[in-house]
DNA sequence: TAATTGTTGGATGTCGACATTATGCAAAAT
DNA sequence: ATTTTGCATAATGTCGACATCCAACAATTA
């Protein structure tokens, strides 16, 4: 068994992105250290450095001595941040598509049934969003780019995630959203290069447009 | 006249972003909070914060308990930085050249003949680089993605213009720099979309195939 | 009344000290 | 001789307190 001790500040940043997806913390509501200090017994130290990883990841804005306040998206915000996305993968996928094997091929495929079933059983929707990480993941599988795959997570997957968590549960029924990245599915295995970059452009559009609809 | 009441840690960070590029933090050299401190006759605190900062940037690498240091790139992370920067650049170009005027095309012209006037005067290289920089934010003129922006700049200007900076002066000729870049002008201002980005994809693959190779 | 000027409370930025952990070396054991 | 054990040192992680700054309200003035 390894036992991780872990230090206190990537803790409570962890312990952050679950209340503001949560709710707990709501978007544009001030984030005071003492306040969190104090909900956790601990000094503002590690809270200050948990709020500047949360910074840097777009969760949190921070104006130097007026204080920190969870991000509050605008609609361009998350468009953007789903373009980005978008190029990203798409351009990860097409680069590295020529390396694919028959394996990766089925792994790919695994996970759209997995998604296929989540749908009929379906009993909490936060499972459909795990598969769609999976999914996305695996479209990176063979991606060599180990800058390119963390920066396209950053730019949507955290985002949206966390701070739309909510509105995301939403937006597509379980059956759509299984069968759209059944599309998506077959157009890589296909090794439509040019359609694999139109389709998840337009795939991360919609979701994006989908969102900001809420 | 607005004087800036800048906080400590924005000013350390530059300051060390400084002691980097200039080689007197070697790559993969240990970064100790208390020398620093001493040096600059402050507390650790805002060092902790500003060392932070660098490692979101990707300036420095962090092991919790052991330490911090200056980040040593592999030649695969320098290609990926490119890659990802290219990338990005690529689509921002392409997804906004549909809004270019005749006055956006100047403008990217002007920055062109200002790089073969520099490469005459040729006094000091580094003016060549802050042109490259100016030139590439010229490209992004009409991208209203702020996020791609800002995240294609963090790509590969960050990195390399910091990592690399003494490789990165030395890696063209002026004139051979400033052609290379006129001829990108040439396809951007054509609005041969497909060219773009093929020419915008080689350029920074080359660049970076020749700062690898230092 | 409206605008300007103290003033007060609360939050952030910074500090110095302590606690904890990692690394190297020396002593002891097999 | 090699490995293990146990310090000693130095660096990071965390703490509590202070200094500084911002925002809102009260007091003053025109």
Not at 6 to 23: C, F, L, N
């Amino acid at each position: 068994m390894l036992l991780t001790k872990e230090t206190y500040s990537s803790q409570v940043a962890r312990i952050i992105r679950q209340m503001i997806r949560d709710g707990e913390l709501q978007q544009g509501a001030p984030v005071k250290e003492a306040v969190l200090a104090a909900r956790l017994s601990i000094s503002r130290a590690p809270i200050r450095e948990a709020l500047q990883e949360l910074t840097y990841e777009g969760l949190v804005t921070s104006e130097p001595q007026k204080g920190k306040r969870v991000r509050q998206l605008s609609d361009d915000d998350i468009l953007n941040s789903y373009d980005v996305g978008a190029i990203l993968e798409a351009a990860g996928v097409v680069d590295s598509l020529g390396d694919w094997s028959e394996g990766d091929m089925l792994r790919l495929r695994a996970v759209v049934d997995d998604m296929h079933n989540a749908a009929q059983t379906a009993t909490d929707l936060s499972s459909m969003m795990n598969l769609d990480d999976l999914f996305h993941a695996t479209l990176l599988q063979r991606c060599n780019n180990s800058r390119l795959v963390e920066m396209a997570r950053l730019s949507c997957i955290t985002i949206s995630k966390v701070l739309c968590y909510k509105k995301w549960l939403t937006i597509f029924s379980p059956e759509g959203f299984a069968k759209r990245h059944q599309s998506i599915a077959e157009v890589v295995c296909a090794k439509n290069i040019r359609k694999v970059e139109t389709m998840l452009r337009q795939h991360y559009r919609e979701i994006g447009e989908r969102v900001v609809a809420r």
